[in-house]
């Protein structure tokens, strides 16, 4: 087994691109000058290993996520909140019919509130604006 690491390896366009526009979002931010964002993007495209691509953006901070990406992931984590919320109705209604099925007879659906309550919680975080980012928004308005 080849146990090469993984600056070592190979790097590929996509790699290259996220270097690419790291150094633009850099350049962008003032952090570097136009003479040097120039001759890391030639170094960048020249680059051939990870480890030659990393040392060009070792010094530069990871961007900020698109507020786009940051919907995405806020889609994917309340997506899998209700995933839990699905385990959770499956696990109560297996408890609620094995004790169904030894008094031998229907009753109260006992599991209907809690999962009411937290599929209510659920809907309530869709909806609700999030405080954090209102007035960030509400900055870049006027100019702030």
């Known amino acids: 087994m080849d146990d090469r690491s993984e600056s070592a390896m190979r790097i590929a366009d996509r790699e290259r691109d996220g270097a690419l526009d790291l150094l633009a979002a850099a350049l962008a931010e003032g952090r570097l000058d136009v003479h040097e964002h120039g001759q890391r993007v030639r170094q960048a495209l020249q680059a051939r290993t990870g480890a030659e691509l990393a040392a060009l953006t070792a010094d530069l901070p990871a961007p900020e996520p698109s507020a786009r990406e940051r919907d995405r992931k806020d889609l994917r ?14 696990i109560m209604s297996a408890v609620w019919g094995v004790n169904c099925f030894r008094k031998h007879e229907l009753t109260y659906f006992w599991p209907l509130p809690p999962l009411g309550i937290w599929a209510a919680v659920l809907i309530a975080i869709a909806v609700w604006p999030r405080g954090e980012e209102k007035p960030r928004d509400e900055e870049k308005k006027n100019g702030s």
């Open 77 to 90: 984590d309340w997506l899998e909140e209700w995933r839990y919320w699905l385990g959770g109705a499956v």
